[in-house]
């Protein structure tokens, strides 16, 4: 079966090697060389994450077993990618998140460490955790449950407790934490409805629900549940509108529709 995105992006990279032929050698490695898009996916996760402790061979193995043991891991990560390039205005090309996007690539590292968490391979995927924090700023615990067609804008300083839930759809942008109250055990994290927006640098913290097609305000701390389609801000969040679009496909951060 044709996989149209995949022969997409290798004809973006096949124009952009003639637009910059210092980087031909780059490209061909990076994207040209391989014969799919979680190939070339692997290739790029390995050569960032990789290091003397565990190679970048033995982490490829790694994450191309996960793409073939579950291949919800591929059909998610498509949509991760395409929802950079349907919703960022800096992404006008599909390779861009493949090569150079480090919350596409933190995310997918955490795909292939959700996996490995769920068959019980708990060492590896915490490993692969504190390689992806350590490396892109982002630290999310491998037993998070994310949907599809999430994007993480910008990435640096994202922390994401075990126990949260994001649906499908959901877009957020730097220094976002979905974490705990206090010591508590259990399920203590945020659960993220469908349609979400979380803008920059906003604070969810215990276990409550932000509900589909909400908005939570920049600089926010949310320690209460959301109802749905409704804007929040503030410092602690309150009520400050309605919704009646999908902001996160909107990536419209400001307070007042339109």
Known sequence: M???LWRQIKDEVVQASAEEPSLSG???AAVLSHPSLESALAYALASL??????????LHQVIEEGFAADATIGQKMRRDLMAHFDRDPACNRRYIPLLYFKGFHALQAHRIGHWLWQQGRRNMALYLQGRVSEI??????PAVIIGGGLMIDHATGIVIGETAVIDEDVSML?????GGTGHERGDRHPKIKR??????GAKILGNITVGEGAKIGAGSLVLKSVDPHTTVAGVPAVAVGKLHSIPALDMDQTLTEG
């Open 2 to 4: 044709t996989d149209t």
């Open 26 to 28: 780059y490209f061909h």
């Open 49 to 58: 994450l990789g290091n003397q402790v565990v190679s970048a061979l033995a």
């Open 136 to 141: 892109f700023a982002v630290d999310i615990h």
């Open 174 to 178: 730097h220094g976002v934490t979905l």
């Open 195 to 200: 349609g979400v927006l979380i803008a920059v």
